[in-house]
């Protein structure tokens, strides 16, 4: 089984001086790809509910970085709470050049248990949480002539089951990812997506996915956090400054072999 370089391969500096806000960036996937910004110059803003994990967090990440992170303690779901958190990033750093919009609910759930209210939940958190801090961000993003990453799923890609709430949601976001783009390119802004696949220790897989098998993929193993972190990097770099309205699929090719073989 193949392993994941943790070595850098972008330069050290690439985000310096730049402001990074990030929607449940105190956990999983988007604590990689927060980190991963850090260590390469930017300073980051984490966002998300719980105060004390969020502050441990950013203690955590300052250290192993050497660089800075902040936390703010919110509810994507409240718009008084994002514009709170833009407005204290902002005051704080005096800019935004970067959002990663990552906040997300899920749990198992089939069709017939699936009730009203937590369907309408995993919409409001991810769905409505990225909306709704995009909109309060969107002004000093087009200031710092920015980028924006959504962080979408591959769930709703062939359909997954137990999962129609959140590939719901995910599938509107890649949707937003491709209107913003539009709208916002002309204001400098790039907009794009990293989907990713089954990534290896995260509370996602622990729930969704404990006999998934890695020789399904191509690449004969499970995807790690630093593979979507480095994609990040990439997709925020000057590297892809002609990439915008793109939703990046980092999944190994597990999705296409489901989709040829319909095993889900």
């Avoid at 409240?78 to 958190?85: A, G, S």
């Amino acid at each position: 089984m193949t392993t994941v370089p943790t070595t850098k391969i972008f330069k050290e500096n690439l985000f310096t001086g730049k402001v990074l806000l990030c929607s449940g960036g105190g956990s999983g996937i988007c604590r990689a790809m927060t980190e991963a910004m850090v260590q390469h110059g930017a300073t980051a803003v984490i966002f998300s509910r719980s105060k004390d994990k969020l502050e441990k967090a950013a203690k955590e990440m300052a250290l192993k970085t050497g660089g800075e992170v902040f936390p703010v303690a919110g509810d994507v779901r409240n718009p008084k709470d994002v514009e709170r958190v833009v407005e204290i990033a902002v005051e704080k750093y005096g800019r935004l050049d970067y959002l990663i919009n990552g906040a997300a609910g899920n749990f198992l759930a089939a069709f017939d248990h699936l009730s009203y209210n937590a369907f309408k939940t995993v919409i409001e958190i991810d769905l409505l949480g990225t909306f709704n801090l995009t909109k309060a961000a969107a002004p000093h993003l087009k200031k710092s002539k920015g980028a924006i990453i959504n962080v979408s799923a591959t769930l709703h890609y062939t359909g997954t089951p137990f999962q129609q709430h959140a590939g719901a949601a995910k599938a509107a976001i890649d949707a937003l990812t491709k209107h913003w783009a539009v709208e916002l390119g002309p204001h400098g802004v790039r907009v794009n997506g990293i989907a990713p696949g089954p990534i290896k220790d995260t509370v996602g897989m622990e729930k969704l996915g404990p006999a998934f098998e890695h020789s399904v993929v191509p690449l004969q193993r499970m995807g790690d956090v630093q593979d979507v972190a480095q994609s990040t990097v990439f997709l925020f770099s000057e590297g892809a400054s002609y990439i915008t309205g793109i939703v990046l699929v980092v999944d190994g090719m597990s999705i296409f072999i489901m989709f040829c073989s319909g095993d889900h």
